[in-house]
């Protein structure tokens, strides 16, 4: 039996197994049938083998390089590295669909085992939720994509390879971490349409998906500083976020996710935003299904999307119109059980600051995915006004709108300054309300630290009023940040005699969800000032000769010299680029353009940075005439640009401390 018809029974039965899982756990839910129920359980995980034998199959297939699959001839070829044939598993849709379903199946089954014996009520309804998504998902490959499908005539003999932008280290680990992200989403989903179901709607189901919530949220963010980091590096100009439909999509989920984060907090302490925090799942999980359906339906303009597919298009369709009736049907029943406990009492107070935090990222979601959304509606009313003129009252079908990055950063700046604010804000307000006495001592300082730092940087030339700004919020979100920290070790030097840094590591471990937090913002802080340096980014554009010169800021940029290389896979042409400063060579770059022999019409772009702590030195080169040595280079200086890539960093470190949460670390934990 050949690897394709192995393939494709297993998906066959991954199908019917994800529907008979979801028959016995609703069915066991509904008698209180202990064997029902496990049997639904022991449904999911064999669907997590049988979706691991099918991956094994297809990764198997590209290593060997079985051309009679075509989903392996188009995404793969023989002169490709290991490890780019096994990642050419999730590198086009076909794969990157069962891929998910790898993820789904393994999540599914690791949080229903972790939570068995904890949330015996939920458990059935939750395994049901999410082995209808398996079904789906296998449906998909069963009937639209089926990543076995074969030649029937004409068996090709090489593959057509992996797109040539794909073959970067850092799309090895974005796409996984970006799925990773999503996938796990629907962990919290299906355990909150369980606590709707069954009327248990306290804070304790949303604190046993906290750590899930967070796991996404950690990877989500992992993928997208990954996918901007490649996009810095492969695509050559200059910068590291377009607002393209693809990048977008990943975003939409993180602002729902670190919502929901920030007000499940308000849940715990106070019993307020039940339906608020239920409805962000909600929202999330299918956040995730309609970044999904963007990039594989073909209905946005991207670089990095998949095709037009109206199939596929219209069965997601009906997916996320099914889930957003099943699931707000399902808050609306359960309203009178999601009443709050408490209410609002002040406007200065964390509970406020968090309301509003809540608002601005739901508006930042909503406004990303209408504008990238919105050149396709006036694609969709043009359609319409053409084939339906008199019925609808167009006469005018009109033209596809373009939206740009400027459209984005101009409302997005300030969206993103207002968070940055309440980051600093949010730790010096408390809770219930804040009285003026306190209010004064703890905004004394931020506040001194934001002047401070804008009038010394505006003294100095620093004149963009974004970067001022930005670096302002910096300058007062970083003393909020400090400022807790040693109050905190502070009260523990008092309490016992031990070091600074003994006192720091424990007052971390003993509220980890606190201070891991603070130390998450300041990440944040640091990335913010990254990307205030793209306020003074300097820009140039030339032409030059080897042995020619021209300036670039402080630096002197000269070319010497154009050399020709070629590997098994592809043809180099690499420029040497000297960087000079006050006289001085600081570096040689080397910028290169490649042409993949199978793929010769998708040239690459490989940039050269010198990296600083204050600023890269970003070179890239378009095109190249080898018989004059004439070079048209894209130059660059990026102030402050790896503070963004530290920052994240520091996020990472932040997020993991979150993680590690002891149960026994309570509301009061929290930031």
């Not at 307020?272 to 956040?287: E, G, Q, R, T």
């Not at 019925?391 to 990055?405: F, M, Y």
Request: with cysteine; hydrophobic share 50%; glycine share 10%.
């Amino acid at each position: 039996m050949s690897i394709a018809t192995l393939g494709t029974a297993s998906i066959l039965l991954l199908f019917v197994l994800s529907l008979a899982s979801t028959g016995f756990s609703a069915l066991g839910a509904a008698r209180r049938s202990e064997r029902l129920i496990e049997a639904g359980l022991q449904g999911v995980y064999a669907s997590f083998a049988l979706s691991a034998f099918a991956s094994s199959l297809i990764i198997y297939g590209f290593i060997a390089g079985d051309y009679s699959i075509q989903y392996v001839q188009k995404t793969s070829d023989a002169a490709m590295p290991l490890f780019y044939k096994i990642t050419s598993f999730w590198g086009g849709l076909d794969g990157s669909m069962l891929f998910w379903v790898l993820l789904h199946t393994l999540f599914a089954s690791l949080a229903l085992h972790a939570n068995r014996d904890r949330h015996r009520e939920l458990i059935p309804h939750a395994a049901a939720v999410l082995s209808v998504i398996t079904a789906f998902f296998a449906g998909l490959l069963l009937f639209i994509k089926d990543p076995f499908g074969v030649y029937l005539l004409d068996i090709p003999t090489q593959g057509k390879g992996l797109n040539p932008l794909l073959q970067n280290l850092y799309m090895i680990v974005h796409p996984p971490s970006l799925y990773l992200g999503y996938v796990s989403l629907a962990v919290p989903y299906a355990f909150g349409m369980a606590a709707l179901i069954t009327g248990q709607v306290d804070a304790a189901w949303q604190r046993s998906v906290r750590r899930w919530t967070l796991f996404s949220w950690m990877f989500l963010t992992f993928g997208l500083i990954l996918g901007g980091l490649w996009a810095y590096e492969e695509l050559g100009w200059g910068g590291y976020w377009a607002w393209d439909p693809v990048e977008n999509a990943g975003l939409l989920p993180w602002f729902t996710v670190t919502a929901f984060l920030h007000s499940i907090m308000i849940q715990e302490r106070r019993g307020m935003m039940k339906v608020w925090n239920v409805s962000l799942v909600i929202v999330s999980f299918l956040l995730t299904i309609v970044g999904t359906f963007m990039t594989r339906s073909g209905v946005v303009q991207s670089v990095h999307a998949f095709g037009a597919d109206p199939v596929l298009a219209w069965t997601f369709g009906g997916f996320m119109l099914a889930i957003v009736l099943f699931s707000f049907g399902l808050v609306i029943w359960r309203l009178p059980l999601l009443r709050s406990r408490g209410e609002l009492e002040s406007v200065l107070s964390r509970e406020f600051a968090f309301l509003v935090n809540n608002w601005l990222f739901l508006v930042a979601a909503i406004f990303v995915l209408g504008a990238t959304m919105w050149p396709t509606f006036t694609e969709w009313r043009m359609i319409l006004a053409e084939r339906y003129p008199d019925l609808l009252g167009w006469q005018d079908p009109g033209e596809r709108v373009t939206i740009g990055a400027p459209f984005f950063n101009r409302y997005m700046r300030p969206l993103g300054l207002s968070l940055l604010l309440l980051t600093g804000v949010g730790p010096l307000l408390a809770w219930r309300k804040t009285s003026q006495v306190n209010l004064v001592k703890q905004f004394l300082g931020p506040l001194v630290a934001g002047v401070v730092t804008t009038v010394v940087l505006l003294v100095l030339g620093l004149g963009s009023p974004w970067g001022l700004a930005c670096f302002g919020l910096c300058a007062f979100t970083f003393w909020t940040i400090v400022q807790e920290f040693y109050r905190g070790v502070a009260l523990r030097r008092r309490q016992r005699p031990q070091s600074v840094l003994d006192a720091l590591i424990g007052l971390v471990l003993r509220a980890r969800r606190r201070y891991g937090g603070y130390i998450v913002h300041l990440g944040i802080v640091l990335m913010f000032l990254g990307w205030a340096g793209n306020a003074y980014k300097i820009e140039r554009k030339t032409t030059l000769r080897p042995g020619d010169t021209t300036e670039l800021g402080d630096y002197v940029i000269r070319h010497d010299g154009l050399r020709a290389t070629e590997d098994w896979q592809k043809e180099m042409i690499t420029a040497h680029i000297a960087v000079l400063k006050d006289g001085e060579q600081k570096t040689t770059l080397l910028p290169a353009r490649w042409w993949y022999f199978q793929l010769p019409e998708q040239p690459t772009t490989e940039v050269s940075r010198y990296m600083t702590f204050g600023e890269d030195v970003y070179v890239s080169i378009q095109e190249v005439d080898m018989t004059t040595g004439w070079t048209q280079m894209s130059l660059y200086i990026n102030p402050l640009v790896n503070w963004i890539w530290f920052g994240f960093a520091v996020m990472l470190a932040g997020s993991l401390i979150c993680v590690g949460t002891r149960k026994s670390d309570g509301p009061g934990e929290d930031v």
